[in-house]
């Protein structure tokens, strides 16, 4: 321990290794492992660190301490995460209930097409990252609706590489390419992004970004230039409580102005802990202004979306790193065009890969 702290770390590594040999004590591990990591050997201390969180006997509180460290080192060797959301909507084919439309002060009945009342469906997905010797971070995600109905299936991919500036602390830049893939509604969206994070305390930060990109859509008339702009941040004013928020707009400048939109959204929320239930109560609230100057309802569509969202794990449901998360919405959109309005309950259960 002396010679870690005076930088002799080849000979504090030695000396916990001979310790090792006569006691498996976890603290031994656990030190050996954060002398590995800060030498360089990722791998090695990967390993330590996995066998302490995986032994029966670590307690919970050890075991949360310690997924900072695991998360670390494995995105300087490779971070892959995974898992599947069993998914159930109350009208996932978000459709209102219609309503009257007025063309040259003639009022029209409209229908929507039939609402799907409940629909069952799983999204797997898949993520890794890895930290580069040269700073840079790349990532690739992916995941995938699978329902029943065929308008209902979707795939997503996002490829992206990140760098801090060293310049400037707290200032990354990154480029990406996200794309999806739907029945009728498939895109590709390539876009540069910078953001800053304001350190202003211990416990308490602050950001600001902006993102460009082009969208290229396969309907042709929704393709146009993408832009987005946030502040966000995070106050933890607790050791198990934090409050954490959002505020973004973006803007996309389609050919057609029938999708040429601009939107303002609003996310806000908590994360605290109730002995092992970790709860994550939030709100997200948009609204969004669309350019055409419709024909039939004479004036230009404006939606306001709302959605609460609860989500609750627990340490104790937890195996071999995998640890289930349930999550609750209700989700309503309400718009000047009343055939636009809907209202829907959802649910997941997760599945995800701690590490």
């Known amino acids: ?17 001979l310790l090792l040999s006569e006691t498996d004590a976890p603290r031994i591990r656990l030190e050996l492992a954060r002398l590995l990591l800060r030498m360089g050997d990722n791998a090695g201390a990967l390993a330590l660190f996995r066998e302490v969180y995986l032994d029966k006997e670590t307690p919970q509180k050890v075991r949360r301490n310690i997924l900072p460290y695991i998360e670390e080192a494995e995105l300087r060797v490779l971070r892959i995460r995974y898992g599947a959301r069993i998914v159930t909507d109350s009208n ?24 799907k009342e409940i629909s069952y469906g799983i999204e797997p997905w898949f993520s890794a990252e890895k930290l580069w010797q040269n700073g840079y971070i790349t990532k690739f995600h992916t995941s995938a609706r699978l329902f029943e109905e065929d308008d209902l299936r979707a795939g997503y991919f996002r490829l992206a590489a ?7 602390p707290g200032l990354f830049i990154q480029a990406s390419v996200d794309t999806g893939l739907s029945l009728d509604s498939s895109y590709v969206l390539p876009t540069a992004e910078s953001w800053k994070r304001f350190r202003l305390s211990d416990t308490m930060g602050v950001g600001l970004g902006g993102q460009a990109g ?9 393709s146009g230039p993408f832009y987005r702009a946030y502040v966000f941040g995070d106050w933890t004013f607790q050791p198990d ?25 609003i996310d806000f929320g908590f994360n605290f802990r109730i002995a092992d239930i970790q709860l994550t109560p939030q709100i997200s609230w948009k609204k969004t202004n669309f350019a055409e100057h419709g024909t039939f309802w004479a004036s230009h569509r404006r939606d306001t979306t709302t959605r609460p969202e609860i989500m609750i794990s627990s340490d104790r449901f937890e195996w ?26 959802g649910g997941h259960l997760n599945l995800r890969k701690l590490f």
Request: net charge neutral; glycine share 8%.
């Open 162 to 168: 990140t760098k801090q500036v060293a310049a400037i």
């Open 214 to 222: 082009y969208m290229f859509a396969q309907e042709k008339d929704v």
């Open 241 to 265: 409580a934090t409050v954490f928020g959002k505020i973004s707009a973006e803007t996309l400048r389609s050919r057609n102005d029938h999708y040429s939109f601009v939107s303002t959204k």
């Open 1 to 17: 321990m002396t010679d870690a702290g005076t930088g002799r770390l080849d000979s504090a590594i030695e000396g916990l290794r």
């Open 320 to 345: 071999n790193g995998i640890r289930p998360e349930v999550s609750v919405f209700y989700e309503k959109r309400t718009s000047n065009v009343p055939l636009y309005e809907y209202d829907q309950f």
């Open 92 to 115: 996932p084919s978000k459709v209102g209930e219609g309503g009257t439309i007025y063309f040259n002060g003639i009022p029209l009945e409209y229908q929507p097409p039939a609402q």
